[in-house]
Each structure stands twice: as structure tokens, then as C-alpha cells.
């Protein structure tokens, strides 16, 4: 099972958001620069390029007030852009509608199809933009577990699989042998070759079943999905490994906000983990003003 980081974008639009938003250094020219600037230090995946890549490019960029030419110097100038924007959508301000400017994509590749649907939960947190390998169109000839049930289940064909053509008949009606189950004789051709029978056969596909899916969904809202199914929870074993695994990569590919992709900023301006913030009443709030005052006081 794997989560797979496919593709991040929507830097430059997080950045000139934040331009917007105070109304400041704006300019469609200087909005072509940033986007020139986000091309030039950026692979196709949307994470910082290596050297050569940026020298490639570089011989195409006209010249612009952004773009020093200089692999360091640039790549130093994206991370205060973007710094900036965090700032203001992850820090004191929380001016979150920033964060939702940029994208991810990624792949989930052999989740069970009941962890599949814990994530689905959250399907307005994606904009509905999830997709699933198909149960319907593909020809599925096996149970294929996700990793996670290989050795704690055992499939319905994996038992004493009974010799080819094995039936049974129950109230007058043949009901012949697939990997998944046993069927009506005229849906039971194994794999199902037309839409009717594989409309069937996939009504006895266990939830155990590795499956495939694509998704996307902005920092702000994925985040919220993480604080929901992240290995501090409830969630499902292998639902939680993969988060872990997704928030992995986004922390070491998504320049400045990856690094605080699991993170909140409390009230006493420290980086804590989001699963482990926790809420304090009015009075004791106020308390923990006053000791604060204290110690800058000291």
C-alpha cells in the first residue's frame, strides 16, 4: 500500500492572493514575474528542481525582475514569497482562504476499499475530485488484499478452492463457482466479460480489496483530513499509515508550508502537532496570561 505526492500547484496564486488581500504590490506584470519565477525553481511536480533543470529553463526566460539567474538566489526568493504568504495563512493570522490557492494531488495505490471509503467521508474536503480504479470496466480475476489484510484474512477462493465448474443450486437456480462468491449461472463468466456480469460478480468484492484511487485537494482542507485520519486517531490502521505516509512527503517536498503541514500555532506561540493541541476554558485561558506576563515581566 502507498500513498504516492503526484503534484503540487498554485504557488503563484497563493502569493498574489496575499498581495490582494492588503492591497499591495500588485500588478499584472509583476504577477507574469512571480509566474515566471515559480516555472523557472520548480519541476513538473511543483517541488524546488535541482540545478540543472533551472539552467535548462533558464535559457528560455526573457528578462524579468524577478529571475536573478542565479540557482540559489532565486530559489531563496521563492522560499520569502512564500514565507510571507505562510505567515499570514498559517501563522498569527490565520488568514487561511490563502492556503486553499494551493493544490495537491496525489495517488493512493492498494488501500482496501473500506479504508477507500473513510476517506470519502471527506469527500468536500477534495471538492469531490476523487477518482477510483474502476470495479465495473476492469477485469478483476482474483481477490488481490491490500497489504494490511494479506495476513489476517483469508478470501472466500483462497479456502479449499473447489475444481472448475463446481456449483451449487439453491431454490431450483445453478449458481457456479468465481473468486468472489458463487453466481447465477448467466453472470458467472470468470473474468466477467460484459457489463451485466461484472455488475453482478462486483456486489461479492470484499471491502478488503486493494484498490487504486487518484485525489486532489487544497493545503488547507487536506490538512483538516490529516487531523482526522493521522496515526493520533481512531481511523483505520491502514488509513493512518498512509496519511503518515502522504504528510512525509508533502513536509519534505512543499517548500516553507510542508515543513508545518501537521503543525498548528498555539496561543503560546508554539509549533505543536494538531492531534495533540488542546482546548482550555475562558478562566484558564486568562490564567495563562497573566503567567506569561509574568515571565516576560522576569
Known amino acids: 500500500m502507498e500513498f504516492k505526492l503526484f503534484k503540487v500547484s498554485g504557488y503563484e496564486e497563493a502569493i498574489m492572493s496575499l498581495r490582494m488581500s492588503k492591497g499591495k504590490f500588485f500588478s499584472i506584470p509583476k504577477a507574469e514575474d512571480i509566474q515566471t519565477l515559480v516555472w523557472l525553481v ?6 524546488i528542481c535541482d540545478i540543472s533543470e533551472y539552467e535548462n529553463k533558464l535559457a528560455t526566460v526573457y528578462e524579468s525582475g524577478k529571475v536573478t539567474g542565479v540557482y540559489e538566489q532565486d ?6 514569497l512564500l514565507q510571507l504568504t505562510f505567515n499570514n495563512a498559517m501563522g498569527e ?3 487561511h482562504t490563502l ?4 493544490d495537491i494531488s496525489f495517488f493512493t495505490v492498494g488501500l482496501h476499499r473500506g479504508a477507500q471509503d473513510d476517506l470519502d467521508a471527506h469527500a468536500i474536503a477534495f471538492n469531490n475530485r476523487i477518482t477510483r480504479f474502476s470495479t465495473r470496466l476492469a477485469e478483476i480475476e482474483d481477490v488481490q488484499l491490500s497489504e494490511w489484510y494479506q495476513d489476517k484474512v483469508i478470501p472466500f477462493n483462497d479456502v479449499g478452492k473447489p475444481v472448475s465448474g463446481d456449483f451449487i443450486i439453491q431454490d431450483g437456480k445453478k449458481f457456479c463457482y468465481t473468486p468472489f462468491g458463487y453466481v447465477l449461472e448467466k453472470f458467472a463468466q ?3 466479460k460484459n457489463g451485466l456480469a461484472k455488475d453482478v460478480q462486483r456486489g461479492l468484492m470484499p471491502l478488503g480489496l486493494a484498490s487504486d484511487a487518484i485525489w486532489k485537494s487544497d493545503i488547507f482542507n487536506l490538512r483538516y483530513v490529516y487531523k482526522m485520519r493521522s496515526k493520533l486517531t481512531k481511523a483505520n490502521p491502514e488509513l493512518k499509515e498512509g496519511m503518515e505516509q502522504l504528510a512525509d512527503q508533502i513536509e519534505q517536498n512543499i517548500p516553507v ?3 508545518y503541514f501537521r503543525k498548528e500555532l498555539t ?3 508554539v509549533w505543536e502537532h494538531m492531534n495533540k493541541v488542546r482546548t482550555v476554558s475562558r478562566e ?8 506569561k506576563k509574568g515571565i516576560v515581566h522576569e
Open 190 to 192: 470468470v473474468p466477467a
Open 257 to 259: 508550508f510542508g515543513e
Open 75 to 80: 530559489v531563496a526568493e521563492f522560499k520569502r
Open 42 to 47: 520548480t519541476d513538473r511536480k511543483g517541488f
Open 93 to 95: 493570522h490565520k488568514h
Open 267 to 269: 496561543d503560546s506561540g
Open 284 to 291: 484558564e485561558f486568562e490564567e495563562f496570561k497573566k503567567w
Open 99 to 102: 492556503m486553499k490557492y494551493i
